[in-house]
């Protein structure tokens, strides 16, 4: 499978998001820009998606008392995640939220957050947006970084 393909399908997963799919393309040989520009258009891409499913398909699942107590444990760990943050700087709180790369801060739980506060769409998908295109380039930088770190490492170790 094409490399850049597996970055975006991770770029869309709920846990790895930017944190697996812009490593994974750099690691490929993808040149950083374009893999940063994929993997933020692919890991945005699901915003919607997440909204329409919260909006539609969430509601007939909820019959199901497996589903229910899976959301609502889920829902329960992003409100608790999200509150202080949306709760105290609104929207922009919800951009910081997102734009931090690490496990449960990205666009689906800011996005399921939005939709729990209900906050206004569009402007919740402008603060995500912007929350995903800042932990986007923390990913990369961090990958470029540490992958100058390692060649710089690998030269000293052969004593170049």
């Known amino acids: 499978m094409d490399p850049l ?3 975006i399908i991770l770029s869309m997963l709920p846990i790895a998001e930017l944190r697996g799919g812009i490593p994974l393309a750099i690691y490929n040989g ?4 374009l893999a940063f520009v994929v993997c933020v258009a692919a890991n945005f891409a699901i915003v919607p998606l997440v909204y ?4 539609y398909i969430h509601h007939h699942l909820l019959v199901f008392s497996w589903y ?6 889920f829902l329960e760990r992003a409100r608790r995640k999200t509150h202080h943050y949306v709760e105290k700087y609104g929207y922009l709180g919800l951009a910081i939220f997102v734009a931090i790369p690490l496990p449960m801060t990205g666009a689906y739980t800011g996005t399921l957050a939005a939709w729990f506060f209900e906050m206004n769409k569009k ?3 402008l603060a995500i947006a912007c929350g995903v295109v800042v932990a986007g380039l923390v990913v990369t930088m961090v990958v470029l970084g540490g992958v100058k770190a390692l060649d710089i490492f690998i030269k000293i170790v052969n004593g170049r």
């Open 52 to 55: 329409l499913f919260l909006d």
């Open 123 to 125: 402007k919740a998908f």
């Open 5 to 7: 393909l597996q970055s």
């Open 68 to 73: 229910k107590r899976g959301f609502d444990h």
């Open 30 to 33: 993808v040149h950083p820009v």
